[in-house]
């Protein structure tokens, strides 16, 4: 019994696949998070680029 709690060869094994997990889920996260940001700015920018081409075809109307 004191030979198995004693023994920690693994212990170095399982901190390294906790390390990568908590990475991958750290990554994971950046990654949707950044999806919808993404999305969000898209459709920013589509609003943009319309009130820019309205503009314009008002100025062509004045001329």
Known sequence: MHGLI???SGQGSA???LVFGGI?????VAVVWYRNYVRGSQTAM???VQNV???IKG????F
């Open 59 to 62: 100025l062509k109307n004045k």
């Open 15 to 17: 901190e390294l696949i």
């Open 46 to 48: 589509n609003s943009d």
């Open 6 to 8: 004693a023994d920690e």
């Open 53 to 55: 081409t309205n503009s």
């Open 24 to 28: 991958i889920v750290i990554v994971t």
